[in-house]
């Protein structure tokens, strides 16, 4: 379920009154005041039709206000990216380097770090998911975290990315390289 907050930052980051909103989604001028607040407090949650067409007016993927089957690739993502634009610092992406030795040559499964103050006080504890879609997602999503680090992209730019996923994701390969052939154009060229 949607939370009226989200729909806020979206029609804020979109630059959309409550008004704009209404009137686009075509209630009547008299009552165009009035028709959004509710669902951004909260006090009052949309129809599925509501924000389904909310989602084309903000031009965002639907799914991040319907929602998707509890658990599935979709779910999962939404989280990580829902825990990522309200922690900010909360998730740190890593990429992990190939081994050139054999595969399982030994029973040692460890991932080794050089300790410095970027690391938590205590080892954190690594995870990955054998999962295509999410694995996808998750090598896409360090790379636009590295890019917006580096200046390459804004927090705009960030943002447009998450608000849309799947939709936005493009190929990434192994290297970290962009396919900019695929996915949606979420970035003003």
């Not at 990522?84 to 992990?96: N, V």
């Not at 790379?143 to 994701?169: H, M, V």
């Not at 970290?176 to 052939?181: A, E, R, V, Y």
Request: charged share 30%; net charge negative.
């Amino acid at each position: 379920m949607v939370s009226g907050e989200r729909i806020k930052r979206i029609c804020t980051f979109r630059r959309l009154t409550q008004r704009d909103l209404s009137l686009k989604l075509g209630y009547e001028e008299r009552n165009a005041d009035v028709r959004i607040a509710p669902y951004e407090s909260g006090y009052r949650v949309p129809k599925n039709n509501t924000l389904t067409e909310m989602a084309k007016i903000l031009n965002i993927n639907y799914i991040h206000f319907i929602g998707v089957t509890p658990g599935c690739a979709e779910d999962i993502m939404l989280t990580f990216l829902g825990l990522d634009e309200d922690y900010h610092s909360t998730i740190h992406l890593f990429q992990l380097v190939r081994n050139p030795d054999k595969c399982n040559a030994s029973d040692d499964k460890s991932v080794r770090y050089h300790d410095n103050d970027d690391w938590p006080a205590h080892a954190p504890v690594g995870m990955w998911l054998e999962y295509g879609l999410v694995n996808d997602v998750m090598r896409e999503w360090y790379l636009r975290k590295e890019q917006l680090k580096n200046g390459e992209i804004s927090e705009d730019e960030y943002f447009e990315w998450k608000i849309n996923q799947p939709a936005t994701s493009n190929k990434v390969d192994y290297n970290g390289k962009d396919d900019k052939k695929c996915g949606y154009q979420w970035r003003k060229e």
